[in-house]
């Protein structure tokens, strides 16, 4: 199938959330987290698209570097650790699954990457959007045969976290990578994951809490003139076109880190596309998985379940 003829036009979405670059930071974080997205565009008032608001953006927006570490919201943020926030409930992939059954995985149960372990539950990786745009390219494109995903499983050690891993530290390594979730480890066995919104929420909790004592607040989600989203909006996201083809899409993929890309039109905001909304329309012309593989999805608790090790 020629997917040259799938156009920005034909899989964008048109009805989004949006902010303005004049919104107060703390509330556009909100929204985020109330919305469960990971970035909303920005426009300003004649409809003009001005740039991008996104988790990564809060986050590095709390700039709790600067935080006094005898402040109460460093002893907050100590006192949280990665066992307290982490999820057992998201998507595992195991080693052995065929590659594209994998991308319908993350497509069916919405998440942006799961990780894969073998067998005994040990990771081995993660595999993600980003991971199937290269698949996309790098096979579906060039019609090659399926392949299992420990190919394309992405290794990082910046990527693994204990379960005594403090707040803070989470949220340093959130700041300093692209990353979207990290993967808790007990010894080399996966037994939790925790996502950058649910590191967010719980920074954004403790500063509120904190705004309301006698102590200033001590981060930038304040009423000083920083606390805007101009201030700390991604401005050099240009957006495609909307007669671009679906390769030229999966290629601007591959060069951002971010998960959407707005769709403009003479500077407007005409819609955005997501990694996964590319990947729902090109996914009809992936292969079949192989019958030897077992597609079942996987999660962490039934990982932890398996190994004795490993359970919480």
């Not at 199938?1 to 048109?14: H, K, L, N, Y």
């Not at 920083?226 to 601007?252: C, F, H, P």
């Amino acid at each position: 199938m020629d997917t040259t003829t799938i156009t920005a036009e034909e899989i964008m979405t048109q009805r989004l959330a949006v902010t303005s670059p004049d919104t107060d930071l703390s509330t556009a974080t909100e929204e985020l987290i109330k919305r469960r997205v990971s970035g909303l565009p920005v426009v300003d008032a004649t409809g003009t698209f001005v740039g991008r608001f996104s988790e990564r953006t809060a986050i590095v927006a709390l700039d709790l570097g600067t935080i006094d570490d005898d402040s109460a919201v460093a002893r907050q943020l100590r006192k949280i650790c990665a066992a307290d926030l982490m999820s057992q409930r998201g998507l595992v992939l195991t080693s052995k699954q065929d590659v594209f059954q994998s991308i319908k995985l993350l497509l069916k149960k919405k998440v942006s990457g799961a990780s894969v372990v073998d067998d005994d539950g040990t990771l081995r990786g993660v595999f993600s959007e980003k991971s199937a745009m290269r698949v996309f390219i790098g096979l579906c494109w060039e019609q090659l045969p399926s392949s299992d995903i420990n190919a394309w499983v992405v290794r990082a050690q910046e990527r693994q976290i204990t379960e005594d891993t403090r707040l803070d530290e989470i949220i340093d390594r959130f700041h300093n990578t692209h990353y979207r979730r990290l993967m808790v480890l007990r010894g080399d066995k996966l037994v939790g994951e925790v996502t950058r919104r649910d590191a967010l929420e719980a920074a954004l909790t403790i500063s509120r809490e904190q705004s309301t004592t006698a102590e200033p607040p001590a981060t930038e989600l304040s009423s000083d003139s920083k606390a805007k989203v101009e201030s700390w909006m991604y401005r050099e996201n240009t957006g495609v076109r909307l007669q671009d083809d679906v390769l030229a899409i999966a290629q601007r993929f591959q060069r951002s880190p971010a998960r959407q890309i707005p769709v403009v039109h003479e500077e407007r905001l005409e819609g955005q596309i997501s990694r996964s909304d590319l990947l729902r329309a090109v996914q009809r012309c992936f292969p079949e998985e192989t019958k030897s593989h077992s597609m079942q999805p996987l999660y962490l608790s039934s990982v932890n379940k398996r190994d004795a090790g490993a359970v919480m």
